[in-house]
């Protein structure tokens, strides 16, 4: 790796990917080869750089710059000018959307700044399909520790000491789950990693195992040796096939390397991974649900206690984490229990990876020490709401969470805060809406999402959930009466109190946030069949301002449907009965001739 | 629903699928995987050979594969479009990118054209939020879809190959 004088990184993740990023890498490759500089420089496909809002993004080692919305044709200029004269591309850096300024590279960059990466630390620095990039990396330096110097009691004591918590959703302490397995006697048990990830608009872990499977793979042989596990098992979404091809090269290449298999680096312990595929059911993210799944059945969740760490995977003692748990482990053994405590708020210790995205100029991955305030995340890092509007609210927690408003805007996040805000960290989605979004429809949303997600083994939640989506889709036509928000708030509760499992017990938060934050908007809904937000169809009329229309004919050449008539230089009509409201008309509208109703 | 008959390649096929798990009950998932990947759907048909060859009820075939989203009954079409209703997505439009595509193909979510050329469907986060609304015709992924360029994709599709310079995003 040292021969080569300079690297290019692109960015190989699933986001960038779909922009064409392995093109990217290719068409340097080819003109290097052209240009005779192939000894010189090395191309390297790395995993997501976090910064998926101006990808694709291409990253030139050593002097970091960076470069935005990379093409193919792009790579010419980059290689002639940058790596031959050493002159920055002025047109690809990155301009700060705020002062319009230049920023060369990563370090100065906001949403950067704030950042803490411990669970991202390799994703976008390393080639994951390489083994060897990972150890010179510090990799699988923890599991030597662990196996050669210190007790399985001992690790345990760390993680415990370290304060991590389970980074799914539950926070559960991570130390006091391995215990709690370790100490459960039996002569087969199982570790589980949980990539069950069904949040609509998290991709957390799909991108910790695509740009950095090692961790994972190295936290799961500890986590095998502190519970006395010889198997572990990696559950994951059968959507995420990128994913599930790096973690296959990467179980090969350890067990090449011999860090799996039997009597791992001469320890006398004998571990292996193997890999289930799940099949799109958000429920089977509840452990004993994705156990279930694991054994073939349909993924229903079944009663606590006996927990899996006592009865799991086949009636055996099993410990399930999630994959961004995992990824902090290798680092507290080796940076020490103490250094990772010192990261965070009193009860909720390290970082925290977001899925940022929604209406925020910049969506992407970011990781933050627990304890950085909503406006921190929302306005340095993500930086401000998209097209200059106002912040409404953002949603943490998924479906399961809830909506927050500004006022909680300098809250720091940790697990407890946001439980105590109505919302719950969940496993790291992060949407943010401004003015134009409805709640009520949002509400909704997120219902709709639960009624077809909800495995219906409760009567509370399959039909609960259901009537909460029926009373929401009545509010939003338009048809809803006031008794209409008591009928939703006694129902959500009857739901919460009655459901067996998370998803159950979660899925009227957004119902009960909503209408506790946003009653007003419900009391326009139903009593003046009124949607402020203007974005209930049913609710909404588009009419051309007569005396503004200058007979442009824009908004009739972009009307999909041709509901729009009228000639050049004259007034514009909207057919009614034809107006499908998707609001094109009022979006491509230069002189503010559409009136919204 | 009409009957169809196996084809004995199918039923070949089936077999030696189930064979490679050990005709184990616990495999019923990675098989369903297996067979819906080499034959495109599992109907009622395929779903009874699978349960005769691991020896378990039909019935529980039918309730693993009608319980996760991934399985379909019905067969997609030659262009399957999925039209990602992750919450981000959601925020930036796709509703009405999805209805734009309902109304061009005439069809609804879960639905084939008559012609079998395109089937219609929700996921639910391809994982790529810095590109929503995200649609994806096949493993094409296209990002930033406004409702206006809907009739061109499928234009695209329409003649039978894709013009593979075509990209959006």
């Given at each position: 790796?040292?021969?080569?004088?300079?690297?290019?990184?692109?960015?190989?993740?699933?986001?960038?990917?779909?922009?064409?990023?392995?093109?990217?890498?290719?068409?340097?490759?080819?003109?290097?080869?052209?240009?005779?500089?192939?000894?010189?420089?090395?191309?390297?496909?790395?995993?997501?750089?976090?910064?998926?809002?101006?990808?694709?993004?291409?990253?030139?080692?050593?002097?970091?710059?960076v470069y935005v919305r990379v093409k193919p044709s792009d790579a010419d200029e980059i290689i002639k000018e940058h790596i031959v004269k050493g002159n920055q591309v002025e047109r690809l850096l990155?301009?700060?959307?705020?002062?319009?300024?230049?920023?060369?590279?990563?370090?100065?960059?906001?949403?950067?700044?704030?950042?803490?990466?411990?669970?991202?630390?390799?994703?976008?620095?390393?080639?994951?399909?390489?083994?060897?990039?990972?150890?010179?990396?510090?990799?699988?330096?923890?599991?030597?520790?662990?196996?050669?110097?210190?007790?399985?009691?001992?690790?345990?004591?760390?993680?415990?000491?370290?304060?991590?918590?389970?980074?799914?959703?539950?926070?559960?302490?991570?130390?006091?789950?391995?215990?709690?397995t370790a100490k459960v006697p039996g002569d087969q048990k199982y570790v589980v990693c949980n990539v069950d990830e069904g949040d609509p608009g998290a991709f957390m872990d799909r991108s910790i195992?695509?740009?950095?499977?090692?961790?994972?793979?190295?936290?799961?042989?500890?986590?095998?040796?502190?519970?006395?596990?010889?198997?572990?098992?990696?559950?994951?979404?059968?959507?995420?096939?990128?994913?599930?091809?790096?973690?296959?090269?990467?179980?090969?290449?350890?067990?090449?390397?011999?860090?799996?298999?039997?009597?791992?680096?001469?320890?006398?312990?004998?571990?292996?991974?193997?890999?289930?595929?799940?099949?799109?059911?958000?429920?089977?993210?509840?452990?004993?649900?994705?156990?279930?799944?694991?054994?073939?059945?349909?993924?229903?969740?079944?009663?606590?206690?006996?927990?899996?760490?006592?009865?799991?995977?086949?009636?055996?003692?099993?410990?399930?984490?999630?994959?961004?748990?995992?990824?902090?482990?290798?680092?507290?053994?080796?940076?020490?229990?103490?250094?990772?405590?010192?990261?965070?708020?009193?009860?909720?210790?390290?970082?925290?990876?977001?899925?940022?995205?929604?209406?925020?100029?910049?969506?992407?991955?970011?990781?933050?020490?627990?304890?950085?305030?909503?406006?921190?995340?929302?306005?340095?890092?993500?930086?401000?709401?998209?097209?200059?509007?106002?912040?409404?609210?953002?949603?943490?927690?998924?479906?399961?969470?809830?909506?927050?408003?500004?006022?909680?805007?300098?809250?720091?996040?940790?697990?407890?805060?946001?439980?105590?805000?109505?919302?719950?960290?969940?496993?790291?989605?992060?949407?943010?809406?401004?003015?134009?979004?409805?709640?009520?429809?949002?509400?909704?949303?997120?219902?709709?999402?639960?009624?077809?997600?909800?495995?219906?083994?409760?009567?509370?939640?399959?039909?609960?959930?259901?009537?909460?989506?029926?009373?929401?889709?009545?509010?939003?036509?338009?048809?809803?009466?006031?008794?209409?928000?008591?009928?939703?708030?006694?129902?959500?509760?009857?739901?919460?109190?009655?459901?067996?499992?998370?998803?159950?017990?979660?899925?009227?938060?957004?119902?009960?946030?909503?209408?506790?934050?946003?009653?007003?908007?419900?009391?326009?809904?139903?009593?003046?069949?009124?949607?402020?937000?203007?974005?209930?169809?049913?609710?909404?009329?588009?009419?051309?301002?007569?005396?503004?229309?200058?007979?442009?004919?824009?908004?009739?050449?972009?009307?999909?449907?041709?509901?729009?008539?009228?000639?050049?230089?004259?007034?514009?009509?909207?057919?009614?009965?034809?107006?499908?409201?998707?609001?094109?008309?009022?979006?491509?509208?230069?002189?503010?001739?559409?009136?919204?109703? | 629903?009409?009957?169809?008959?196996?084809?004995?390649?199918?039923?070949?096929?089936?077999?030696?699928?189930?064979?490679?798990?050990?005709?184990?009950?616990?495999?019923?998932?990675?098989?369903?995987?297996?067979?819906?990947?080499?034959?495109?759907?599992?109907?009622?048909?395929?779903?009874?050979?699978?349960?005769?060859?691991?020896?378990?009820?039909?019935?529980?075939?039918?309730?693993?594969?009608?319980?996760?989203?991934?399985?379909?009954?019905?067969?997609?079409?030659?262009?399957?479009?999925?039209?990602?209703?992750?919450?981000?997505?959601?925020?930036?439009?796709?509703?009405?990118?999805?209805?734009?595509?309902?109304?061009?193909?005439k069809v609804e979510v879960g639905q084939t054209t008559p012609d079998g050329k395109f089937s219609l469907s929700c996921l639910r986060c391809v994982g790529t939020c810095g590109l929503s609304p995200?649609?994806?015709?096949?493993?094409?992924?296209?990002?930033?879809?406004?409702?206006?360029?809907?009739?061109?994709?499928?234009?695209?599709?329409?003649?039978?190959?894709?013009?593979?310079?075509?990209?959006?995003?």
């Open positions: 790796m040292s021969e080569y004088n300079f690297q290019i990184l692109v960015c190989g993740g699933t986001g960038c990917k779909a922009s064409e990023s392995e093109e990217i890498r290719s068409s340097f490759v080819n003109l290097l080869n052209e240009y005779g500089l192939e000894e010189e420089v090395q191309v390297v496909l790395t995993d997501c750089f976090g910064f998926c809002e101006k990808g694709p993004i291409v990253k030139m080692m050593p002097d970091k710059t990155y301009r700060d959307p705020v002062t319009g300024t230049v920023v060369r590279d990563r370090q100065h960059m906001e949403f950067y700044k704030k950042q803490i990466r411990i669970a991202l630390r390799n994703c976008g620095f390393i080639n994951p399909e390489e083994i060897d990039e990972y150890i010179a990396h510090d990799g699988y330096m923890a599991l030597g520790t662990c196996l050669t110097e210190m007790k399985p009691m001992e690790v345990i004591e760390q993680i415990k000491k370290s304060g991590l918590r389970g980074r799914g959703g539950g926070g559960f302490p991570t130390g006091l789950k391995w215990e709690i195992l695509e740009g950095d499977p090692h961790t994972v793979i190295e936290a799961m042989i500890i986590n095998g040796y502190c519970t006395g596990a010889s198997k572990g098992l990696v559950y994951i979404r059968a959507e995420y096939p990128l994913a599930i091809s790096r973690l296959k090269i990467a179980l090969a290449q350890a067990r090449a390397y011999g860090l799996l298999g039997d009597d791992i680096l001469g320890s006398g312990f004998n571990f292996d991974i193997e890999i289930r595929y799940g099949a799109g059911a958000f429920v089977c993210g509840e452990e004993t649900a994705l156990i279930h799944s694991m054994e073939g059945c349909r993924g229903e969740p079944t009663f606590k206690p006996p927990f899996p760490s006592v009865s799991g995977y086949l009636g055996k003692p099993t410990n399930v984490n999630n994959v961004e748990t995992y990824a902090n482990i290798p680092v507290i053994i080796n940076k020490g229990a103490d250094w990772f405590a010192s990261i965070g708020t009193e009860k909720s210790k390290g970082t925290k990876v977001f899925a940022l995205a929604g209406k925020i100029n910049n969506v992407g991955l970011i990781e933050v020490p627990l304890g950085t305030t909503l406006r921190e995340v929302i306005y340095d890092i993500g930086g401000g709401i998209r097209g200059g509007k106002k912040f409404k609210a953002v949603q943490t927690g998924g479906p399961s969470g809830g909506m927050l408003t500004a006022e909680f805007l300098d809250t720091p996040i940790d697990y407890d805060n946001l439980l105590a805000a109505g919302s719950m960290m969940g496993s790291g989605g992060m949407i943010v809406m401004d003015e134009d979004d409805c709640m009520v429809a949002i509400a909704k949303f997120y219902l709709g999402f639960t009624v077809e997600e909800s495995c219906g083994k409760c009567a509370p939640c399959r039909i609960g959930n259901k009537r909460l989506h029926e009373i929401l889709e009545r509010i939003t036509d338009g048809k809803g009466e006031i008794q209409d928000l008591d009928r939703l708030f006694m129902l959500s509760n009857v739901i919460k109190d009655a459901s067996l499992c998370g998803l159950g017990q979660t899925s009227p938060n957004p119902v009960l946030s909503s209408l506790k934050y946003f009653r007003q908007e419900y009391e326009a809904h139903v009593k003046a069949s009124h949607c402020p937000a203007g974005q209930c169809k049913a609710l909404v009329r588009y009419e051309v301002i007569e005396d503004k229309c200058t007979g442009c004919t824009l908004c009739f050449r972009n009307c999909p449907v041709g509901a729009i008539t009228g000639e050049k230089r004259e007034v514009h009509f909207i057919d009614q009965s034809l107006c499908i409201k998707c609001g094109v008309c009022f979006e491509k509208c230069k002189f503010g001739a559409i009136l919204v109703s | 629903m009409s009957r169809i008959k196996l084809s004995d390649s199918a039923v070949e096929t089936i077999k030696e699928v189930c064979m490679s798990f050990g005709n184990q009950e616990g495999e019923l998932i990675n098989v369903l995987h297996q067979v819906q990947d080499k034959l495109g759907y599992l109907p009622a048909e395929v779903q009874e050979l699978v349960a005769q060859e691991l020896n378990m009820s039909v019935a529980k075939v039918y309730g693993v594969v009608t319980f996760y989203s991934y399985f379909t009954m019905i067969p997609k079409g030659e262009f399957p479009i999925s039209i990602c209703m992750g919450t981000a997505c959601y925020v930036r439009g796709a509703e009405q990118v999805l209805s734009e595509f309902k109304r061009q193909l995200v649609i994806m015709v096949g493993e094409k992924v296209y990002g930033r879809v406004s409702p206006q360029q809907v009739k061109q994709i499928i234009a695209e599709y329409q003649e039978g190959c894709p013009s593979h310079e075509a990209k959006s995003a």
